[in-house]
């Protein structure tokens, strides 16, 4: 059985951690509710990063659903996300999403970043 817990090892804790995946995202996957960058970062695992802005959704329940919701989605697929340092950035909108649509747009965001870091791995 995989451990799909989301303990320390799995999350992006400092802000050089966060500075690294801005800096130099090598994949970027984007709609118009949700940006997501991510780096190789020799790490055995992949790690988690969020920014959910106040300036984009408003009120803290919403907030803490699209997190909850992100978290769940990766835990999910982290056993395909290999050694990547991910940061997902909310946009505007995001919180007008319902959690199916939400789920499924996340869904088809993750198969897009493993396939951008298949096509890279492959050259």
């Not at 090598?26 to 949700?34: A, E, I, R, T, Y």
């Not at 769940?72 to 946009?91: C, K, M, T, Y």
Request: proline fraction near 1%.
């Amino acid at each position: 059985m995989t451990d799909t817990g989301f303990g320390r090892k799995l999350r992006l804790l400092t802000a050089s951690d966060y500075k690294a995946v801005f800096g130099k995202a090598d994949h970027k996957v984007s709609c118009s509710q949700l940006l997501i960058l991510a780096i190789n970062s020799g790490h055995e695992t992949p790690r988690l990063g969020l920014v959910i802005a106040k300036k984009h959704v408003r009120r803290a329940v919403q907030r803490n659903r699209i997190k909850r919701l992100i978290r769940e989605s990766f835990r999910q697929h982290q056993h395909l996300l290999g050694g990547l340092d991910i940061v997902i950035l909310a946009r505007a909108g995001v919180d007008g999403l319902d959690n199916a649509s939400f789920t499924a747009l996340l869904e088809k965001l993750w198969q897009d970043l493993i396939r951008r870091r298949n096509r890279q791995a492959a050259r």
